[in-house]
């Protein structure tokens, strides 16, 4: 699966952006897609993610920000981020978690996007 992320730029404190990223590849194997960001000098945190059946994980803080939408035929996933704030400055990160049967197995891949970068000015 390979991951094209866009949609990052400069925005005020208050604005909104959409962060759009698309799969293609072996997308029938997507399990679950999201976002996670990564701020200087800190570990890549989870934003949200959500799975085919549409059930959604997102980090406690953001939920009344953010949202998560999929697009399963598309092989797509957003997220909408408003009332951004400084501290949502980072590096944003599209993810995707793959698995399929192999051998009598269950093989599974995790897969990342470039990064996308979101600067929010105070």
């Known amino acids: 699966v390979q991951l094209q992320a866009s949609g990052g730029g400069l925005v005020q404190a208050g604005g909104s952006l959409r962060l759009p990223c698309a799969a293609s590849?072996?997308?029938?194997?997507?399990?679950?897609m999201g976002w996670y960001r990564q701020a200087p000098g800190k570990q890549r945190d989870l934003v949200a993610i959500?799975?085919?059946?549409?059930?959604?994980k997102f980090e406690d803080s953001l939920k009344s920000r953010f949202t998560i939408s999929r697009d399963n035929a598309k092989s797509t996933v957003n997220l909408q981020m408003n009332g951004l704030k400084p501290e949502d400055t980072a590096v944003y990160y599209c993810?995707?978690?793959?698995?399929?049967?192999?051998?009598?197995?269950?093989?599974?891949?995790?897969?990342w996007g470039q990064g996308t970068q979101v600067t929010v000015s105070s």
């Open positions: 959500m799975s085919n059946d549409g059930s959604t």
């Open positions: 590849g072996n997308t029938h194997r997507i399990n679950v």
């Open positions: 993810h995707a978690r793959s698995s399929w049967p192999e051998r009598g197995q269950t093989r599974y891949l995790e897969e």
